[in-house]
């Protein structure tokens, strides 16, 4: 059996791309401005890590407008949210083995 770690997929695993994911994951859809908000990011390092995701086929990018305003909204692909799924799962398995209750076997000193 290989550790979890193994599992981690490294195009998910920087922190704004992980943010952006797990923001996305939580809605159908979110628009540029929002997502830099809520991540706390400029607008060229998210659309560095945006264009990353979407090369990789993990979002889904659609152009529209909200009034007269042009918007961009980013959505999950069904692939995005099996590799962010499989991630989380990994990540998970990682930190359970590291429970207090149930402390790893320590070499002697």
């Known amino acids: 059996m290989t550790h979890p770690r193994h599992r981690l997929d490294d195009l998910i ?3 704004v791309r992980l943010s952006v994911m797990a923001a996305l994951r939580a809605a159908d859809a979110v628009h540029f401005g929002l997502l830099r908000d809520t991540l706390e990011v400029s607008d060229s390092l998210l659309s560095k890590h945006l264009a990353a995701l979407e090369s990789a086929g993990y979002i889904e990018v659609t152009k529209g407008y909200a009034g007269r305003r042009p918007r961009t909204w980013y959505s999950l692909s069904s692939e995005g949210r099996a590799a962010f799924d499989a991630y989380v799962v990994a990540l998970r398995e990682i930190v ?3 429970d207090p209750s149930d402390p790893l076997p320590r070499s002697p000193a």
Do not use: N, V
Request: glycine residues 0%; aromatic residues 0%.
């Open 13 to 15: 695993h920087s922190p």
């Open 96 to 98: 359970d083995a590291s």
